[in-house]
Structures are given as C-alpha cells and as structure tokens.
C-alpha cells in the first residue's frame, strides 16, 4: 500500500526554498515563482490597472527578486519581500506615467482618408454591473489611495504593514485609505443602501 502525503505536508517551506535558490538551484526559485505568480499579478494589476503592465511588472518584479536573494533577511515572510518588491515598482511606473504624458500626434491626410479598420486583437470580456462600477471608480482613484486600499482589502495588511510597504507614516495610511473610501462611495452610491 503506497502512503500518500497531504499537499501541505509535501510542501517545502519558503525560506528552504530561497535556500535552495541561493546556492543555485533555479528549480528552486521556479517553485517560488509558481507559488506567488499570481497573486503578485493580481495585486500589479489592481495598482496599475493595465493587464499588458502588470505582467511586466510580475515578471520584473521576480526578476529582481532572484538578482536580490542574498539580501532577502529570512526573518520575514518571503512573500511579503516579494510584495513590497512589487509595489515599489508599481509606483516607479506610475510616477514615470505622470512625467510623460503623452499627446496624440496629428494625423496625415493619408490616414485621414483610410478606412477604419476593426482592432483584431480580442477586447476584455463584456461585463456589466457592480464589478464593472467598481472597476471603473478604482481607476478614479489617485495611485497612492488606490494602493493603500488594494494593499489593505485584497492583500488583507494591516496598517503597519502598509505603512512599512510604502514608506509611509500610519496617519497617511489612514487618511489616504480613509479618502479612498470616502471617493468610492461616491462613486458606488447607487448600490449603497
């Protein structure tokens, strides 16, 4: 009779995995990346809300973390290093979208002339109601609120774990998640009681 072990009993720890990684084994890291692949997408993408973007950023932001493995401090949670990883460089982006802005050019004669011609790529997938609404009023708010609040309800941190994520005092935590707040029930207002 062969003895099966539970998942969670099979399941190497973080911390051996890096480990592992460490002295060179990409496997290792690979098992790493397959862990939190998507949950570092999920929190990219509610920052940046830009799907092309947060898979950028989810792949650099492993890409960083495997260059910086030796100064990962193994006292901490791997995935919160991860996470503060991705968040630093959800903002970098954002704060290179505010210095660039971007004009449309003039258009030719040419293209004036031509025909428009339906886009072949597929679009997002139609989608109506309170997900949408709520999709739309978090790409109202600022990057800074939207982050304390996706980083406080999706990623379930406390404040002081916000606080050290950004580099943030706690009040501005507060305020900034307190603001978000203030904004989306605006926004949502129609499907508050």
Do not use: H
């Not at 099966?4 to 060179?24: F, H, W």
């Amino acid at each position: 009779m062969v003895n099966k072990l539970s998942e969670t009993e099979t399941k190497i720890p973080d911390v051996e995995l890096v480990r592992q990684a460490r002295a060179g084994d990409t496997q290792a890291f690979d098992e790493l990346m397959k862990r939190y692949s998507e949950s570092i997408y999920l929190l990219t993408y509610s920052i940046v809300r830009s799907q092309a973007d947060a898979s950028d950023l989810s792949q650099e932001t492993f890409i960083r973390a495997y260059r910086s493995l030796a100064r990962y401090d193994e006292r901490f949670a791997f995935y919160t290093w991860l996470r503060k990883i991705a968040v630093n460089l959800c903002f970098n982006l954002l704060k290179r979208r505010r210095r660039f802005r971007f004009l449309p050019l003039p258009m030719s004669d040419d293209e004036r002339e031509r025909p428009d011609i339906p886009d072949p790529r597929p679009g997002p997938p139609e989608e109506s109601g309170l997900r949408l609404d709520l999709e739309r009023a978090l790409n109202k708010l600022p990057p800074e609120q939207r982050a304390v609040f996706v980083l406080r309800v999706n990623e379930d941190m406390s404040y002081n774990e916000i606080s050290k994520t950004l580099g943030i005092p706690i009040g501005t935590v507060m305020s900034r998640l307190n603001r978000a707040r203030q904004r989306l029930r605006e926004l949502l207002k129609e499907y508050l009681p």
